[in-house]
Each structure stands twice: as C-alpha cells, then as structure tokens.
C-alpha cells in the first residue's frame, strides 16, 4: 500500500468583520446582539410582556389542540372497547350452553 501525504488545513481566504458598536441609538428598540452578515442582519432583543403573553398563548393553544384528540379518540375507542368486552361475554355465555 502506498502511503498518502497527510492533508493540511487551508488558510481562511479572508478575515471575518468585526463590527464595532453603535456609538449613537439608530433604532427605537434595545438590540443586545446582532450579527451583520452581508447586507442582512439579525436583531435579538430582550422579551417583553406581550410577547411572554404570545409564547404563553401559544403554549395553551397547544395544550388545549392535544387534550381535543386526546379526549376525542377516547370518545371513539371508548365504545369500541365496550362492544367487544360485550361479544366476548356473549360468546363465552353462548358457548357454554351445550347444545341437544
């Protein structure tokens, strides 16, 4: 078997940006990080009270989607349940007769 040369890292092509922090307020809202990508950038701020209030309804919504099918497929397999526990104590009674 011949012997490979082992791989070496490539060099980064181009430093990444630093950016320095705003000396002057430009937006309205606090932003305590942001990351600058190109021409986009991500704004992550601190959460305020209605939107703690939309996280909360939205935890409910979905509390309250999964009690619904939880309680409808209970109402569904309910009365399955009890038809068959009824046919297996009808045949177990019709079974035990014996027949002349």
């Known amino acids: 078997m011949s012997r490979q040369r082992p791989i070496e890292p490539e060099e980064p092509r181009s430093e990444p940006e630093i950016l320095p922090p705003p000396h002057a307020r430009r ?3 606090r932003a305590e ?7 986009s ?3 992550v701020t601190r959460p305020g009270p209605w939107s703690l209030f939309a996280v909360a309804l939205l935890i409910g919504l979905i509390a309250g989607a999964t009690l619904a099918i939880v309680l409808g497929t209970l109402l ?7 038809l068959l526990i009824a046919g297996m104590m009808l045949s177990n009674a019709l ?6």
């Open 41 to 43: 950038r991500i704004f």
């Open 95 to 100: 079974r035990g007769r014996p027949r002349r």
């Open 27 to 29: 937006y309205p809202y």
């Open 33 to 39: 990080w942001y990351a600058a990508s190109g021409s």
């Open 76 to 82: 569904i397999v309910v009365p399955i349940v009890a």
